[in-house]
């Protein structure tokens, strides 16, 4: 595989940006090699600047749940681009696209549009204090929230990866009223609780926890959560950054029945534009700045152009079936790889739900907190080139996840999981 071009750019990348990137997750710091430069996408398929081609399992980290450039997001992307890009002054796009939420979505009365994930959670988080007057929070041992200060603890992949827990800068002071308890443990729960419940904001979780591995959560335990935050009058946070509009259209709180208080949204809400949100029931969102005192803004904030690029997108996802339709084909695919992996008797297999699927270099079927996470990725590292030999994109790191969008079709699928057959074969021959 010829790689020289993408070579070429990131060593001029080097010059410019820490690790040559502007996240860290794209660095292959943990596969090896330089990145792939990404010259365009359309479809199942990205092309690299070396005019490889490759089934795209990254998608963009989520976003995009129609695939590349779907030519519904595309048009209305164009048709209001035409219009100018940014007003500071709001614009009817804002109300459609929140519409198309707020209508189907039984959790949220309202919502904040902000322009990226980390702070949508940064507000809620804020919002979950102010209406409480209450500082602490609990979070989840591999659970990621973004990457502001007070979250940075014990976070997702970017972290695992590079074997920090906790990022330098973030005062101890800031971190001191975050506590953080193991996945799917409700002893801890309840331990946790017993000691901070009168001085605990909100419990912040990602119900389906897909940023470090994907640690799917007993339904028990997230009622018992939802039970527990109830009866002490915490607040219980959804971050759906990943999950909403993914596993349902309104996200794991919909696939699992169980309703949060604040929910947080970003990745596919704006059609692969940066766009977030926040939401939570009336009383709560009459905390938010101007109708009452927490305080969030945004230059940029429900722009008119990601807005359209959303309601594009949230429109198709909206249909009936729609996610029927994406878990039944990831599930045809996902079955497919495992039955060969358990066939063969490679310690592998692919973790799943709704359109999300994990690659789990383990015999356990059932992985739920981040502990039980093997932590060897040299497996994963070699499985990481094979798929790229057999031109198969996946994020470069073991703690990603995997996402189908509407656009993998069976064939591309069949295709897909032929792929993984043979580099599974490669990496444990
Ligand atoms: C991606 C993600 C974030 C951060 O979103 P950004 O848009 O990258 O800031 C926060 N929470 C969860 C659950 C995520 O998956």
């Given at each position: 595989?010829?790689?020289?071009?993408?070579?070429?750019?990131?060593?001029?990348?080097?010059?410019?940006?820490?690790?040559?990137?502007?996240?860290?997750?794209?660095?292959?710091?943990?596969?090896?090699?330089?990145?792939?430069?990404?010259?365009?996408?359309?479809?199942?398929?990205?092309?690299?600047?070396?005019?490889?081609?490759?089934?795209?399992?990254?998608?963009?980290?989520?976003?995009?749940?129609?695939?590349?450039?779907?030519?519904?997001?595309?048009?209305?992307?164009?048709?209001?681009?035409?219009?100018?890009?940014?007003?500071?002054?709001?614009?009817?796009?804002?109300?459609?696209?929140?519409?198309?939420?707020?209508?189907?979505?039984?959790?949220?009365?309202?919502?904040?549009?902000v322009?990226?994930g980390t702070e949508a959670v940064m507000s809620g988080i804020r919002l979950a204090r102010g209406y409480t007057?209450k500082n602490k929070i609990i979070k989840?041992?591999?659970?990621?929230h973004g990457?502001f200060d007070s979250l940075l603890v014990?976070?997702?992949?970017?972290?695992?990866?590079?074997?920090?827990?906790?990022?330098?800068?973030?005062?101890?002071?800031v971190v001191?009223d975050t506590?953080?308890?193991?996945?799917?443990?409700?002893?801890?729960?309840?331990?946790?609780?017993?000691?901070?419940?009168?001085?605990l904001a909100c419990v912040i979780i990602?119900?389906?926890?897909?940023?470090?591995?994907?640690?799917?959560?007993?339904?028990?335990?997230?009622?018992?959560?939802?039970?527990?935050?109830?009866?002490?009058?915490?607040l219980l946070f959804f971050d759906?950054?990943?999950?909403?509009?993914?596993?349902?259209?309104?996200?794991?709180?919909?696939?699992?029945?169980?309703?949060?208080d604040i929910v947080s949204?970003?990745?596919?809400?704006?059609?692969?534009?940066?766009?977030?949100?926040y939401?939570a029931?009336?009383?709560i969102?009459?905390s938010v700045?101007?109708?009452?005192?927490v305080?969030q803004?945004?230059?940029?904030?429900?722009?008119?152009?990601?807005?359209?690029?959303?309601?594009?997108?949230?429109?198709?996802?909206?249909?009936?079936?729609?996610?029927?339709?994406?878990?039944?084909?990831?599930?045809?695919?996902?079955?497919?790889?495992?039955?060969?992996?358990?066939?063969?008797?490679?310690?592998?297999?692919?973790?799943?739900?709704?359109?999300?699927?994990?690659?789990?270099?383990?015999?356990?079927?059932?992985?739920?907190?981040?502990?039980?996470?093997?932590?060897?990725?040299?497996?994963?590292?070699?499985?990481?080139?094979?798929?790229?030999?057999?031109?198969?994109?996946?994020?470069?790191?073991?703690?990603?996840?995997?996402?189908?969008?509407?656009?993998?079709?069976?064939?591309?699928?069949?295709?897909?999981?032929?792929?993984?057959?043979?580099?599974?074969?490669?990496?444990?021959?």
């Amino acid at each position: 595989m010829k790689r020289s071009n993408s070579e070429k750019l990131y060593e001029k990348a080097l010059e410019y940006f820490p690790g040559g990137v502007n996240s860290p997750v794209r660095a292959f710091k943990a596969v090896e090699g330089a990145p792939l430069f990404i010259k365009k996408g359309k479809g199942p398929y990205i092309w690299d600047e070396d005019e490889n081609q490759f089934i795209d399992f990254c998608c963009s980290f989520g976003p995009h749940i129609l695939g590349h450039n779907y030519p519904d997001v595309h048009q209305n992307i164009v048709d209001t681009l035409e219009n100018g890009t940014s007003f500071g002054a709001p614009t009817k796009l804002e109300s459609d696209l929140a519409e198309i939420i707020i209508s189907r979505n039984p959790y949220v009365d309202k919502i904040r549009f902000v322009s990226s994930g980390t702070e949508a959670v940064m507000s809620g988080i804020r919002l979950a204090r102010g209406y409480t007057g209450k500082n602490k929070i609990i979070k989840f041992e591999g659970c990621y929230h973004g990457h502001f200060d007070s979250l940075l603890v014990n976070a997702g992949s970017g972290l695992a990866t590079f074997g920090e827990s906790s990022s330098a800068g973030v005062p101890q002071k800031v971190v001191e009223d975050t506590i953080v308890i193991p996945l799917n443990d409700e002893e801890a729960l309840e331990a946790a609780f017993e000691k901070h419940a009168d001085d605990l904001a909100c419990v912040i979780i990602e119900p389906i926890p897909a940023n470090n591995g994907l640690l799917l959560q007993e339904k028990s335990f997230l009622l018992k959560l939802r039970e527990m935050c109830t009866e002490h009058g915490v607040l219980l946070f959804f971050d759906e950054v990943i999950s909403g509009f993914r596993v349902a259209f309104s996200g794991a709180a919909e696939y699992y029945d169980i309703a949060p208080d604040i929910v947080s949204y970003g990745k596919i809400i704006g059609g692969g534009l940066p766009v977030g949100a926040y939401g939570a029931k009336k009383h709560i969102m009459q905390s938010v700045s101007p109708d009452g005192p927490v305080y969030q803004a945004g230059t940029l904030s429900g722009n008119p152009v990601a807005m359209a690029a959303g309601i594009a997108q949230l429109t198709v996802c909206s249909q009936p079936g729609f996610y029927e339709d994406q878990e039944a084909r990831t599930k045809t695919f996902v079955e497919s790889v495992n039955a060969h992996a358990k066939e063969k008797g490679y310690d592998f297999s692919l973790v799943t739900v709704g359109s999300i699927f994990w690659m789990a270099f383990s015999d356990q079927t059932t992985i739920r907190s981040a502990a039980q996470i093997n932590a060897d990725m040299t497996p994963f590292k070699k499985l990481h080139k094979a798929l790229l030999e057999r031109s198969v994109y996946v994020g470069p790191s073991g703690y990603e996840v995997g996402f189908v969008s509407h656009v993998h079709t069976k064939e591309v699928l069949e295709n897909a999981a032929q792929q993984f057959k043979n580099a599974l074969d490669a990496v444990f021959s």
